[in-house]
Structures are given as structure tokens and as C-alpha cells.
T-cell receptor, first 111, second 116 residues
Framework: QKEVEQNSGPLSVPEGAIASLNCTYSDRGSQSFFWYRQYSGKSPELIMFIYSNGDKEDGRFTAQLNKASQYVSLLIRDSQPSDSATYLCAASNFGNEKLTFGTGTRLTIIP | DAGVIQSPRHEVTEMGQEVTLRCKPISGHNSLFWYRQTMMRGLELLIYFNNNVPIDDSGMPEDRFSAKMPNASFSTLKIQPSEPRDSAVYFC??????????????FGPGTRLTVL
């Protein structure tokens, strides 16, 4: 079992709808969680990070963390075709710089 | 300010040859990470350095792989001898280390390696 698990998709969402991406982790020592976006043929780029239980909003993006359930999610509101990419979830332990990545969820926004 | 620089961007080689990948981290960043990405296994951490010292190399697949960081502005990942299963995209990332929970890793453009 991988330490960070994601549904590989593909996930198809109509333009303007809410895209919901999910991630679970097995290491209870994980403290910080990161969402990276990766366009095809490009390198990952950070969208958001979260380390407190609850929601964190940044523009159209909301990250949600539930440590009791070991669950992290990313919501994208008003989805745009430019949001079509692979989304990588990653976790790290406090004081440890190492990130453990999930295999990613491929998201397609349908115009 | 320039981001993480990697070279070459593409490398095609034959099985058994030595391959050297290069990385220049962002100036001022003192942590450097080497990753490998494949469709099957996703993004895997191979090794990371802090202040030029290797901290965790548990992801290095076998003795054919080695990495060095002779100074704060340069690192290499070497594969000798290369095998077809080493074909992947290799990313280098850097970060300003510290205890801040949200310190971001910045990724380079990657090197696409094909071993025939």
C-alpha cells in the first residue's frame, strides 16, 4: 500500500462545475499536505498547502484536511479548461523535508 | 530570478552507457531533491541534500545510481550502467529549508531519459 493514495482518474467535469479531488494517507505522523498541479509534459507546481484541520481557501481553490480520517481534498470551483491537468497530493512529516507523493489524478474540464 | 535549471532536457542513450544529469538549484535554496517520474510508479524521491550533504538516499534504486552535490549551486545524478527500465523523467527540485510547514519545493523542467 502506498503511503499517499489518489484515484488516478481520469476525472471529467463540465466547465463551470466544481471539481473534487481526493487523497488519503497512511502515515499518522504526516503534518503538512500539498497539492501540486502538473500539465502534460511540464513540471509540478504548487497550488496550495494545508496543515490544520478544516478548510483553506485561495481564490477558486479550497483544500480540506481531516486528520482523524487521514483525508485531504482539493475543490476547484468554477472549473475552467485551463484546470485540465494532473493533480498530485503530497505529504510530509514535521521537521522532515521529504515529500511523499501520490500517483496523481488526471482531471479534464469539458467545455 | 532563474528557477531550477536542469540539463540536458532530453537524453537518448543505449543500454550500458553512463548517463549524467545536472541540476542548478535556485540561488539561496539549501535543500535539493532528485525525483524520478514514470507512469507506473508516479513521482518518486530518489535522494535529497541539505547544505550539500546527502540526508536521505533510501529511494535510490540500486548501486548503479549515484548523486553528488559538490557545492551549493550544482548537483549531478549519475546512472552507470544505464538500463531500459531507467527510462523516465528525472526532476530536480530545490527549497529553502527550515521548519516552516509550508515551504514549497520548486521543480526544474525535468530531463526526459530514454535508454534503448
Amino acid at each position: 500500500q502506498k503511503e499517499v493514495e489518489q484515484n488516478s482518474g481520469p476525472l471529467s467535469v463540465p466547465e463551470g462545475a466544481i471539481a473534487s479531488l481526493n487523497c488519503t494517507y497512511s502515515d499518522r505522523g504526516s503534518q503538512s499536505f500539498f497539492w501540486y498541479r502538473q500539465y502534460s509534459g511540464k513540471s509540478p507546481e504548487l497550488i496550495m498547502f494545508i496543515y490544520s484541520n478544516g478548510d483553506k481557501e485561495d481564490g477558486r481553490f479550497t483544500a480540506q484536511l481531516n486528520k482523524a480520517s487521514q483525508y485531504v481534498s482539493l475543490l476547484i470551483r468554477d472549473s475552467q479548461p485551463s484546470d485540465s491537468a494532473t493533480y498530485l497530493c503530497a505529504a510530509s512529516n514535521f521537521g522532515n523535508e521529504k515529500l511523499t507523493f501520490g500517483t496523481g489524478t488526471r482531471l479534464t474540464i469539458i467545455p | 530570478d532563474a528557477g531550477v535549471i536542469q540539463s540536458p532536457r532530453h537524453e537518448v542513450t543505449e543500454m550500458g552507457q553512463e548517463v549524467t544529469l545536472r541540476c542548478k538549484p535556485i540561488s539561496g535554496h539549501n535543500s535539493l531533491f532528485w525525483y524520478r517520474q514514470t507512469m507506473m510508479r508516479g513521482l518518486e524521491l530518489l535522494i535529497y541534500f541539505n547544505n550539500n550533504v546527502p540526508i536521505d538516499d533510501s529511494g535510490m534504486p540500486e548501486d548503479r545510481f549515484s548523486a553528488k552535490m559538490p557545492n551549493a549551486s550544482f548537483s549531478t545524478l549519475k546512472i552507470q550502467p544505464s538500463e531500459p527500465r531507467d527510462s523516465a523523467v528525472y526532476f530536480c527540485a530545490s527549497r529553502s529549508s527550515g521548519r516552516a510547514l509550508g515551504n514549497e519545493q520548486f521543480f526544474g523542467p525535468g530531463t526526459r531519459l530514454t535508454v534503448l
